[in-house]
């Protein structure tokens, strides 16, 4: 008979979790397995509220496996490490991102590409290797393999760099696989939410053109004057995107709805690649002829491995970048997804959990 949540592991813990597909969150009582000689336990400070937490506590995906513990973009403070940890000390600033083990043997580990594993552990809603559940940042503390926590580098800030650990390497690691770096090109950023107001300021940084392409007129201002987008497209004005049809080298699209892709591909050059990163719940229709016609590409990406992640936080402390966050107490997480939901928020939601759960800590 399997244990109660609360019973599994040694170390008790509180959270806070989704029991039913209502989504609605509540706290919860579980546990976590000690700190072992490889691993090192966080107390955590800070967590990010992404959309997948929205999803997968409201079972959109299909797959939620309840009671489901969100947060997955964690920062804290390193308050144990075991024998065998040589990278984190004890004090030390530290980040959870997605992915908290994996089989650290195949192609994809051996190539720094831990998150297309195929015995990928989610950092929630998975199960580890001794067939317990994973639980994510909604809580107190965390127990992580040394392998996959990351430092946090000085200089970049515990809230607003929190969302990096997804939003921020979702959008990076494709920009770099891709090819979408290289100064002066153009780039669109389809959709303005919590990963497209953080490709504009990594494009901005690498040197790149930025037009904003949304289906909002209000958020022009937005993305021009505070993040620092070159210009600003409306879906609906057709005058303007048929000026806009074969000016942009790339688009990253962050759009999380189901929508058309036909516009945005008639906005490519020859050569150009459309790299969707949003998760809509539903297939999208993708036409051929202008692929063919224009020798485009259209290509996808998941968050990125150890290594890259730990590159893309060097690079935004280095150039100043950070998400744009509304900070909330751990029992407002309930009203920040719905607003989540309508997306009503400039631009994540992050949980101050280290001020608004007690801890043993």
């Known amino acids: 008979m399997a244990k109660a949540p609360c019973q599994e592991h040694p170390q008790k813990v509180l959270g806070w979790a989704a029991v039913d597909k209502s989504g609605t969150l509540s706290p919860f009582h579980f546990s976590r397995r000690e700190n072992g000689d490889d691993d090192v336990t966080v107390k955590i400070q800070y967590c990010g509220v992404c959309h997948s937490d929205l999803h997968l506590a409201k079972n959109d995906w299909g797959f939620t496996n309840y009671p489901v513990v969100p947060g997955h973009e ?14 984190f000390k004890v004090g030390d600033r530290v980040g959870v991102g997605v992915i908290v083990d994996s089989c650290r043997s195949c192609e994809c580990c051996q190539q720094d590409l831990e998150n297309y594993c195929p015995q990928v552990i989610f950092t929630y809603n998975s199960h580890s290797k001794d067939g317990s559940k994973t ?21 970049l800030p515990s809230d607003a760099g929190a969302p990096l650990l997804c939003a921020g390497i979702t959008v990076y690691s494709p920009m770099k696989y891709y090819g979408m770096t290289e100064p002066g090109k153009h780039l669109g950023v389809a959709g303005l939410g919590g990963l497209g107001h953080i490709a504009v300021k990594l494009g901005k940084a690498f040197g790149l053109k930025v037009t904003v392409i949304s289906s909002s007129p209000r958020k022009e201002a937005e993305a021009i004057q505070r993040l620092g987008a070159d210009s600003f497209l409306v879906t609906s004005d057709l005058v303007k995107m048929k000026a806009a049809f074969g000016t942009m080298d790339y688009i ?18 020859l050569n150009g ?84 759960l007690p801890s043993r800590y």
Do not use: W
Request: net charge negative; proline share 5%.
């Open 135 to 155: 639980y994510g940042g909604y809580s107190d503390f965390i127990v992580v393999d040394q392998r996959f926590v990351l430092r946090f580098p000085e200089g």
């Open 252 to 269: 990253i699209d962050t759009v999380s709805a189901v929508h058309p892709l036909a516009p945005l591909i008639s906005l490519l050059k």
């Open 74 to 87: 964690i920062v804290g403070a390193v308050t144990k490490v075991g024998s065998n940890v040589n990278k």
């Open 273 to 356: 690649k459309l790299v969707t990163v949003g998760l809509p719940d539903k297939p999208l229709e993708l036409p051929i002829f202008p692929l063919v016609l224009g020798r485009k590409l259209v290509g996808g990406s998941d968050v990125g491995g150890m290594k890259e992640t730990q590159e893309m936080l060097d690079f935004c402390a280095m150039h100043n970048i950070a998400a744009d966050i509304e900070l909330i107490r751990m029992e407002e997480i309930n009203t920040a997804m719905e607003r989540l939901a309508k997306s009503d928020v400039k631009y994540r939601f992050v949980i101050d959990v280290g001020n608004s």
